[in-house]
Each structure stands twice: as structure tokens, then as C-alpha cells.
């Protein structure tokens, strides 16, 4: 579904991501791990088209999307949930939904957010400057799924949450999931990652250096503490 060639990317004169190889097949949930600075968040967006440098192959069904524009490859069906969350706190819940809502309609509809994530309809009319972290971030994966998205990318969608947030969040992921949503889920929390993730990457100073399933990397927990600055 989702595969990126040889991916060179650079801010200005920086270069960034040294021929990267992933892949995200339909259905599948891919893990990208790797500490801070390390390229995480330049793959996301190399793929999403906010890096605006960037040389080998991004390919989503089949076509190269390399050089479009952001709006174009939104349209395509990618969806993103940014570092963040960046939702907009002055609106209420609904309408932070329905300004991303797909006017094509499709499966996702406001309905079906709510149905999903029962916290949100609880909170409908709040602003949401005035949800918890947590909320804000179940708040920012139902904007990208109003979009219908084929494939969702998710940039730290649990960055700065409490164990319990972290694990609502997580529920809500394995939800999407079981409904066969494919994901590119960039995370620091190995075990968060693993407990979702059908396949991962560990990105290191711009580099692919591991690719294995997530039970092999359970196995072998020296890759992890030498890439991820794990404590043993």
C-alpha cells in the first residue's frame, strides 16, 4: 500500500534521511521507533509532502507521490495525526470534527466517531483547549479518520500522556485495527508500539537499522538498548 525507495530527505542544505527503505501493507500496522532527532518525524512528513526535498520513491498504491503538494496527497487518502495533536482549542469537539469531514462522505461519519470514542461525545461541546491530553489526542485521530483515510500515519499519538491515557489510546488503536486500518505509528515507548505493531523499523541518524517483527525485537533486546537508549 504504502512503500517508501532509496528516500533522501533534506531541510536546506541538511540532509536528513539517508535512503530509507519501509514499507506499510493494507491492513497492517508498521512501528517506527528511534529516539529524538533521529528522523521519525522527517519520514512522516517526507511522506505526507511537508518536507519539500525529497529524492527517491514514496509510493502509495503504486503511484510516486514525491513532490505533490500536501493537499494533494491528503486527497489521495493518507491521513495524519501530527506530533502534537495541534487541534484547534477555541472550537468545541464537534466542530474540530466536522471541519476535517470528508464532503464525500464515507464510513467515518461524526456518528461513528462518537459511537467509538464515547469520551468525545461526552464532551461534544466543550472547547477543546479544555480537554485533558488524553482527549485531545483520541480528539486528533477522529479528525484524521474524518477525513475516511485509506492509511493513517500517527506521529507520538501518546507523547506526554499519564500510563492510564497511554493505555486508552492504545485501546483505541487496536480498535482501528480490528477494523483493518492501516498505520504507520511512530512511537518512543517500545512496549507501547509492540503491543499494536504487526511489523517495525528502528530509525537511527536518519537510517533504517532494524526491521523484524515486533516478537523478534522482544527476543533480542540488545537492538533495542543500543538504538533506543533503553536502560537495562
Known amino acids: ?21 519501509l514499507e506499510v501493507k493494507k491492513g497492517e500496522v508498521v512501528a517506527l521507533l528511534g529516539r529524538n532527532g533521529m528522523g521519525k518525524t522527517t519520514m512522516i512528513h517526507s511522506i505526507i509532502g511537508f518536507v519539500k526535498k525529497v529524492q527517491g520513491e514514496v509510493l502509495f498504491e503504486g503511484q510516486n507521490m514525491a513532490g505533490l503538494q500536501s493537499h494533494q496527497i491528503a486527497r489521495k487518502g493518507i491521513g495524519i495525526v ?20 470528508n464532503m464525500k462522505g464515507g464510513e467515518w461519519d461524526l456518528e ?14 466543550s ?11 483520541m480528539l486528533s485521530i477522529g479528525r484524521a479518520l474524518m477525513r475516511n483515510p485509506k ?3 500517527l506521529d507520538e499519538p501518546t507523547e506526554g500522556l499519564s500510563p492510564l491515557m497511554v493505555g486508552e489510546v492504545m485501546d483505541v488503536l487496536l480498535m482501528l485495527k480490528e477494523t483493518g486500518m492501516s498505520m504507520l505509528l511512530v512511537e518512543q515507548n517500545i512496549s507501547t508500539a509492540l503491543s499494536v505493531a504487526d511489523d517495525v523499523y528502528i530509525i537511527s541518524k536518519g537510517k ?4 523484524d517483527h515486533p516478537e523478534k525485537l522482544k527476543n533480542n533486546m540488545d537492538i533495542a538498548y543500543q538504538h533506543l537508549a533503553l536502560s537495562s
Open 151 to 153: 492509511i493513517l500515519l
Open 208 to 211: 533504517v537499522v532494524y526491521h
Open 112 to 125: 461513528r466517531i462518537f459511537t467509538c470514542f464515547p469520551r468525545l461525545k461526552e464532551r461534544e461541546k
Open 127 to 137: 472547547h477543546a483547549g479544555n480537554l485533558s491530553g488524553g482527549e485531545q489526542s
Open 82 to 101: 501530527p506530533q502534537g495533536r495541534r487541534i484547534f482549542p477555541n472550537l468545541t469537539v464537534t466542530e474540530n470534527l466536522t471541519v476535517f469531514a
Open 1 to 21: 500500500m504504502l512503500s517508501l525507495k532509496e528516500v533522501n530527505s533534506y531541510y536546506g542544505a541538511s540532509h536528513v534521511l539517508h535512503g530509507v527503505d
